[in-house]
């Protein structure tokens, strides 16, 4: 990172890649880099590698897909491997974590340091871009709506912006199923903001149409925004319930009940599809 960029940098910009720099040396190459939740990370990397499928029988070209917040690279590795005939790009605010990325030498990917806020990335170029948990880490909601617009500008018409976010109605959910079974409120994290879904369907109405998940016509594999939230009922209400403790992840009770149909709004991992206008 250049002395420049640093000296620019907020006490908010500071905290982040602070955080991330000690999840790139705990974690590296592991899935678990930006999420400790095995469960989690698998289900949000099949929510994207399916729709990456879905486009390319639907569209029947080569796709160019932004991973923005890639962090180690870890989803871009498996749809790269995937899917050698498509067009990869990964951004991340992170050097720490570009690092890990880069040493992975991704076939037919491009990575580059960069702020959501304020991509270096031409208009009208790409076909999808996704996130995975990478607005919350904004922590100005001036400066997600800055986000949201940039997403708009990189995409083409047409384009999809699958975004795999953390919002405030499925925690609220989650807590007050925590509080009926005496157990406390879970927060954010001091690093993230999570959304609110009525300021973000208002501040993308003139850049987005929201697709409805159910109607995106595949056969195999079912879209669900709540696609985690019977999952997140389980492992952070009953099992501690039962348990009488905290929230464990990846326990063997969590994982045994993960076959379960999402239902409900149990979870602030929600994923949307929105196509540019």
Same mark, same amino acid.
């Given at each position: 990172?250049? @002395?420049?960029?640093? /000296?620019?940098? /907020?006490? @908010? ?8 720099? $000690?999840?790139?040396? /705990?974690?590296?190459? @592991? ?11 698998? !289900? ?11 486009? !390319? ?75 995975? !948990? ?74 987005? /149409? ?13 879209? $669900? ?23 464990? !992840? ?19 991992? $929600? ?7």
């Amino acid at each position: 990172m250049s @002395s420049d960029r640093e /000296t620019n940098l /907020t006490a @908010s910009d500071r905290l982040i890649l602070d955080h991330y720099r $000690q999840v790139a040396a /705990t974690h590296g190459f @592991s899935s678990r880099s930006s999420m400790e939740d095995d469960v989690v990370r698998a !289900r949000e990397v099949e929510w994207i590698r399916q729709f990456c499928l879905l486009l !390319r029988r639907q569209w029947d070209k080569s796709l160019r897909v932004l991973d923005l917040g890639c962090g180690n690279g870890y989803t871009l590795s498996l749809l790269a491997q995937d899917n050698p005939q498509e067009h990869f790009w990964g951004v991340d605010f992170s050097q720490d974590l570009l690092a890990i990325a880069s040493e992975r030498k991704i076939p037919n990917c491009v990575l580059a340091q960069g702020d959501a806020r304020h991509l270096n990335l031409d208009d009208d170029f790409f076909d999808l871009v996704y996130t995975e !948990r990478c607005l919350i880490n904004i922590l100005d909601w001036a400066e997600q709506q800055a986000a949201l617009q940039e997403i708009a500008r990189v995409l083409r018409r047409g384009g999809f912006y699958v975004m795999i976010e953390c919002f405030l109605d499925g925690l609220e959910s989650n807590n007050k199923a925590r509080a009926e079974c005496g157990l406390s409120a879970i927060k954010e994290a001091h690093h993230n903001k999570y959304l609110e879904a009525d300021l973000i369907r208002e501040a993308i109405s003139g850049l987005f /149409t929201i697709v409805d998940p159910s109607n995106l016509g595949s056969d195999r594999f079912t879209f $669900q925004s709540n696609f985690l939230s019977s999952y997140y009922f389980v492992s952070r209400v009953l099992y501690p319930a039962i348990a009488k403790g905290e929230v464990a !992840r990846n326990s063997e009770i969590a994982r045994f009940f993960s076959f379960l149909p999402a239902v409900g709004n149990y979870s602030p991992i $929600q994923a949307y599809v929105l196509r540019k206008k």
